[in-house]
């Protein structure tokens, strides 16, 4: 495990050298997307400069070399989440994964009456996809409260439950709104007992924290590699394999197949099943490398450095009164801080950061249910990750106390 402190591993990002507007880039919006490592963004160009070529399917030594660079790196995934490898399927992104398991588990086994139960908090990514299963089965989307303090409502949740009717829970781990850190694992064993299969939108928590699906008991777990220090266009849905194995493909054409006739056609073993078509071989090859990189680092070593970081921006932000954070105060908080000026727009917040160098998210986040129930209309988001420091945090705090007293002017 790297021991390097980390403003020396901020060195490792190249992006973080540049300035924007002048001013020293602050960038303070991972939970959108991180950015990356000189490893992650060397693995693509060597990719294609030394490697290129379509995998399984070549005799030759580059079409060998490239599934063999395709399947280390599905190795390293299932290493970074404890995961069997063959319970590993790539995707886009995490909105794939999630309609994955949309197009085929759920259109396979919902019938009228059925219940999927959600909650508030949920990216639209885990709802919509629901919304269409449902239209197409006759079942029905509920969703779990969330508390005042930013917190879903477990007595709420149990009561949906008791229904007997909920066939599946779908949850993030981690709010991308709030970073409330949902108690997934006590959940997916209070779902497992209703005879509920559970799907963790595990997009905020697995950059962040240790993540074991099999300890939490996941029957399906998406994440997307854009937001771990990976490039854009992979993704990643865990799934037990012998749901996998019962399920029907999400896509058919090459590669997922054992033997085509004319009329009917046969399966490729598991994961191949899932993946048809030449998929984003460069993209999870650096994926791989980032899965690496994060575990080379040392998942607790960054989730505690992002727990310090959050405890400090809170401290901080007490310190400016026109300021409203929304979120729980406690240790089930991920680096996600979002907030609200008095008297200014979330927009403007974050047009006024922005002319001093420093980036952060603005609007409902792709939220809007848990924006309704927090009764406002946006906040502004600023979110932590492994390369941002103490000096990232007191930039803000100085702009936003620059912002309020313009108002007051």
Sequence with gaps: MMT???????????????????KKLVYLDSTATAQKPRAVIDALSHFYEHTNANIH?????????????????????????????????????????????????ALDHLKPGDQILVTEMEHHSNLVPWHIAAKATGAE??????????????????????????????????????????PVQQMTEQ???????????GAQSVPHLPVNVQELGADFFAFSGHKMCGPTG???????????????????????IDQVYIDH????????????????????????????????????RIWQHEKDLMAYALDRIAEIPELTQYGPLGEDRAGVLSFNLQGVHAHDVAGFLDERGICVRSGHHCAQPLMRALKVG?????????????????ALVQALREIVAFFKE
């Excluded at 992979?234 to 997922?256: I, N, T």
């Excluded at 984003?280 to 680092?297: F, T």
């Design 141 to 182: 989307v509920i969703g779990v409260r969330v508390t005042p303090e930013g917190r879903l409502d477990q007595q709420d949740y149990l009561q949906k439950l008791a229904s007997g009717k909920v066939k599946l829970v779908a949850v993030a781990h981690i709010s991308n709104a709030l970073g409330t850190l949902n």
């Design 234 to 256: 992979a993704g990643v849905l865990y799934a037990r394999p012998e749901l996998l194995e019962e399920m029907s493909p999400f896509l058919g054409g090459g590669e997922m």
């Design 378 to 394: 946006s906040t502004a988001r600023a979110s932590f990750y492994l390369y941002n420091t103490r000096e990232d945090i007191d």
């Design 191 to 201: 779902a497992h007992q209703a005879g509920a299969l559970v799907l963790i939108d």
């Design 265 to 300: 056609s046969t399966y490729a073993d598991l994961p191949r099943k899932f993946e048809a078509g030449t998929p984003a071989i460069a993209e999870v090859v650096a994926l791989g490398v980032a899965a690496q990189y994060l575990q080379d680092l040392g998942m607790e």
């Design 4 to 22: 390097r402190n980390w403003s020396q591993v901020r060195e490792d990002f190249p992006i973080l050298q540049r300035t924007v507007n002048g």
């Design 57 to 105: 399917r070549g005799a030759y030594s580059l079409s060998i070399e490239s599934t063999e660079a395709y399947e280390e790196a599905r190795s390293r995934v299932a290493r970074l989440i404890q995961a069997p490898e063959q319970g590993i399927i790539f995707t886009r992104n995490t909105t794939e994964a999630i309609n994955l398991v949309a197009r085929t588990w």
